[in-house]
Nanobody
Framework: QVHLVESGGGLVQPGGSLRLSCAAS????????MGWYRQAPGKQRELVAV???????NYADSVKGRFTISRDNAKNMVYLQMNSLKPEDTAVYYC??????WGQGTQVTVSS
């Protein structure tokens, strides 16, 4: 059984930083692509960043240069470092393992 638990969300001022973490249970973590997605009120869930099993990364254009995804296979963890946050980054952020597994999300609010 797979569980994904996100943490690190919160309220931050524009221009600030947050680091999201996702702890994954279940076997074979290192062979899965891992991703961060977000969903703002009234909007569809969208891809933020993804990291392959080999460490290749891709980002949404809206976060390139500001967000960094990373993983620690020894700890079954994936991270999202978010810098220069903007109000439009406000959303619930979800961790995804492979194609089928999602966490419950963590709220990120960027506001002064």
């Amino acid at each position: 059984q797979v569980h994904l638990v996100e943490s690190g969300g919160g309220l931050v001022q524009p221009g600030g930083s947050l680091r999201l973490s996702c702890a994954a249970s279940g076997s074979g973590f290192s062979i899965y692509a891992m991703g961060w997605y977000r969903q703002a009120p009234g909007k569809q869930r969208e891809l933020v960043a993804v990291i392959s099993s080999g460490g290749s990364t891709n980002y949404a254009d809206s976060v390139k240069g500001r967000f960094t995804i990373s993983r620690d296979n020894a700890k079954n963890m994936v991270y999202l470092q978010m810098n220069s946050l903007k109000p439009e980054d406000t959303a619930v952020y979800y961790c995804r393992k492979g194609e089928n597994y999602w966490g419950q999300g963590t709220q990120v609010t960027v506001s002064s």
